[in-house]
T-cell receptor, first 112, second 117 residues
Framework: GDSVTQMEGPVTLSEEAFLTINCTYT??????LFWYVQYPGEGLQLLLK?????DKGSNKGFEATYRKETTSFHLEKGSVQVSDSAVYFC???????????FGKGTTLSVSS | EAEVAQSPRYKITEKSQAVAFWCDPI?????LYWYRQILGQGPELLVQ????????DSQLPKDRFSAERLKGVDSTLKIQPAELGDSAMYLC???????????????FGEGSRLTVL
């Protein structure tokens, strides 16, 4: 069945460092891909998405490119801030339009 | 800004007791989901509704869990009897539907944290 694999955390960075959180997926056909973020004490919220191969999703300085050839959707940010400290979840929605399948999440901690 | 409302935020119960969670989705969102999130893991789907109909409950432990969305608006998730392994965060999410299908962009509530003693 469809699945998502994220890099293990926690990821600890200093402010203004470059961030990459790896995400790979297994799915038939052409799924839609998402990154959700969960800030401390808050619910999950959509960060960005991409619905077809080579699409780039971007929001709040974060970006991720849907790579069909490597089945990946890595999250990147050029310069992280303390306020980016959160748990990040990669997710996919199968071509059949099923509910989102989430990865296990990656905790990011940014220090000043 | 419209939000998904959930209650209670926290629930502590003893095993074998009954527990219920309530969710009020964003107005106009036809698709409603219940997910369970165990500490340190990603959310896992329990049940998906389209209006008042169940679309997917394949991962719902039906011997003890039940969910309903009688009028196609708010929803209740019930566990009876609760077991120690049910301790988790129960998340409700909703999304718009186009042509009878969810758009795929989910809006989550803050969740209901269940502790079973």
């Amino acid at each position: 069945g469809d699945s998502v694999t994220q890099m293990e955390g926690p990821v600890t960075l200093s402010e203004e460092a470059f961030l990459t959180i790896n995400c790979t997926y297994t799915a038939t056909g052409y799924p839609s891909l998402f990154w959700y973020v969960q800030y401390p004490g808050e619910g999950l919220q959509l960060l960005l998405k991409a619905t077809k191969a080579d699409d780039k999703g971007s929001n709040k300085g974060f970006e991720a490119t849907y790579r069909k050839e490597t089945t990946s959707f890595h999250l990147e940010k050029g310069s992280v801030q303390v306020s980016d400290s959160a748990v990040y979840f990669c997710a996919l929605r199968g071509q059949a339009g099923t509910a989102l399948i989430f990865g296990k999440g990656t905790t990011l901690s940014v220090s000043s | 800004e419209a939000e998904v409302a959930q209650s209670p935020r926290y629930k502590i119960t003893e095993k074998s007791q009954a527990v219920a969670f309530w969710c009020d989705p964003i107005s106009g969102h036809a698709t409603l989901y219940w997910y369970r999130q165990i500490l340190g893991q990603g959310p896992e789907l329990l049940v998906q509704f389209q209006d008042e109909s169940v679309v997917d409950d394949s991962q719902l432990p039906k011997d003890r869990f039940s969910a309903e969305r009688l009028k196609g608006v708010d929803s209740t998730l019930k566990i009876q009897p609760a077991e120690l392994g049910d301790s988790a965060m129960y998340l409700c999410a909703s999304s718009l539907a186009v042509g009878g299908r969810s758009t795929g962009e989910l809006f989550f509530g803050e969740g209901s944290r269940l502790t079973v003693l």
